[in-house]
């Protein structure tokens, strides 16, 4: 979730500097600094965030070990729907002369969940983006 929030910041955070240092050199310096405090942050909470799967991964009760992977299957379910099943469900309704339109999924919700479970929230972009990591 802070990952998604340092591209908004990082505007406001050159607005403020230009307005409060005026030489250009200690402006680049600074925003280096924020820039690489931000991310700093944001990986810390990531770190804590794997800490706290690894231990629910390793708990022996299926309602608590189990709910990421049950997640995990319902959103490869969900694109497989989107992707394959609800476009043959379509064409075979189609075929038939069947009226109507097969169930949908909402995709931006589907998709953004998915990413969420994999950990693509484009932190890791960023960084090497901005030359932060190799």
Not at 59 to 69: A, D, E, I, M, N
């Amino acid at each position: 979730m802070i990952q998604a929030l340092i591209p908004q910041l990082l505007p406001i955070i050159s607005g403020v500097l230009e307005k409060t240092v005026p030489d250009s050199v200690t402006k680049t310096r600074v925003k280096g600094e924020i820039e690489k405090a931000l991310v700093d942050n944001a990986n810390a909470i990531n770190l804590e965030t794997i800490k706290t799967n690894q231990i629910e991964a390793g708990h022996k009760s299926v309602f608590v070990s189990g709910w990421r992977p049950a997640i995990g299957w319902s959103c490869a379910a969900g694109i497989a729907w989107l992707v394959v099943g609800a476009p043959i469900a379509q064409y075979a309704m189609n075929l038939a002369g069947v009226a109507g339109e097969v169930p949908t999924i909402p995709k931006d919700l589907l998709l953004e969940l998915t990413f969420a479970m994999l950990g693509m929230a484009g932190l890791r972009s960023f960084e090497k983006l901005k030359g932060l990591t190799k």
